[in-house]
């Protein structure tokens, strides 16, 4: 048997020690290329412009490029399949709403993801309310007027949306099964032309988010009648909630989520996580979401994947008995 010299021990130990060191050494390189940011929504509205300020803040705390990339259409539906079939490893990501997770899969048959079984969240970035808003020349300023103004009249009264099954209809609804009102929906292609009725008196009242309404509501043009969530605005103080007014049931609003595609390394999750952690910490990302209307409510993964846990049974129920649909 032919003998080692010490050198060439010297050698193989060190290889073996190399080889050791190797994985760790590539798990800590995440991320060594760039990384995209899927926004399903198009650009220029809220989603789109918080999606790109949590992007480049993730870009800036990684240390990495960060691409943001729009693909709306079907309601998310095409961005939020496209990331549900990237690869795992943490270089492509989603920023999307409670219409990706909770909101799509109670109205839609046959998703082309699930909204548990396709992603890994990483964490919530933002929260905005949803708003009961009336026309300035309707004589409703309270919860209580509301109520009693479209129950002297009932099926009169119609309610304006952003969309059919969208997060605003779903708040309508919730509103008219707790007060045990009739209204007629009226769904419209964005919260634009619902406002712009609602301001024009086409339309006496409409449901919509708390950024889109703020605006409007400082020059007068509309008025708030109550906030869908458990607690006050702090965008809208002034504004009372509806379960002060004796409706303690109704808590609903629409908020932002990371998520990556399903299967995502442990050490890759964290990594993500602390980063984005760190971004909704910082001052100037926190100034950013309060001016589109957000209110930064950062909460980590596990909270993130409770919360669609927990509301995806509740909008499927409400979807069945409301005949919600997508159309």
């Known amino acids: 048997m032919p003998f080692a010299t010490p050198l060439a021990r010297l050698a193989a130990a060190c290889t073996l020690a190399l080889g050791a060191v190797a994985p760790a050494l590539a798990a800590d390189a995440f991320p060594s290329r760039p990384i995209t940011v899927v926004i399903p929504f198009p650009p220029g509205g809220a989603t789109d412009v918080l999606g790109r300020v949590i992007g480049q803040k993730l870009g800036d705390t990684l240390g990495q ?10 309601g998310t539906i095409i961005g939020a399949s496209y990331v549900a079939k990237a690869a795992p490893d943490g270089y492509t990501v989603l920023v999307s709403s409670g219409t990706t997770f909770t909101v799509n899969p109670a109205i839609r048959n046959n998703l082309p993801y699930d909204p548990v079984k396709s992603f890994d969240p990483i964490g919530i970035a933002g929260r905005t309310g949803l708003i009961l808003l009336a026309n300035k020349d309707v004589p409703v300023q309270t919860v209580k007027q509301f109520v009693d103004y479209v129950k002297a009249s009932p099926d009169k009264y119609a309610y304006g949306s952003f969309g059919s099954g969208t997060t605003a209809q779903f708040a309508g609804e919730i509103v008219l099964s707790a007060t045990g009102l009739k209204m007629t929906h009226v769904p419209y292609k964005g ?17 919509d988010t708390v950024s889109a309404a703020i605006p409007q509501l400082k020059s007068g043009k509309i008025k708030a009648i109550a906030v869908t969530t458990a607690k006050r605005s702090a965008l ?21 989520v990371l998520a990556a595609p399903k299967g995502l390394p442990a050490d890759v999750k964290a990594k993500l996580e602390k980063a984005l952690a760190t971004v909704m910490a910082d001052a100037d990302t926190r100034s950013k979401l309060t001016a589109q209307g957000f209110e930064p409510a950062y909460a980590n993964a596990a909270a993130a994947s409770d919360l669609i846990n927990k509301e995806l049974p509740v909008m499927r129920a409400l979807a069945q008995r409301a005949n919600i649909t997508a159309d």
């Open 65 to 74: 490029t960060v691409v943001v990339e729009n693909r709306a259409g079907a």
């Open 191 to 207: 919260s634009a032309p619902a406002m712009t009725d609602l301001m024009g008196g086409q339309i006496p009242f409409t449901v």
């Open 236 to 256: 809208l103080p002034d504004v009372p909630t509806m379960a002060e007014n004796g409706y303690p049931d109704i808590n609903m609003d629409t908020w932002l």
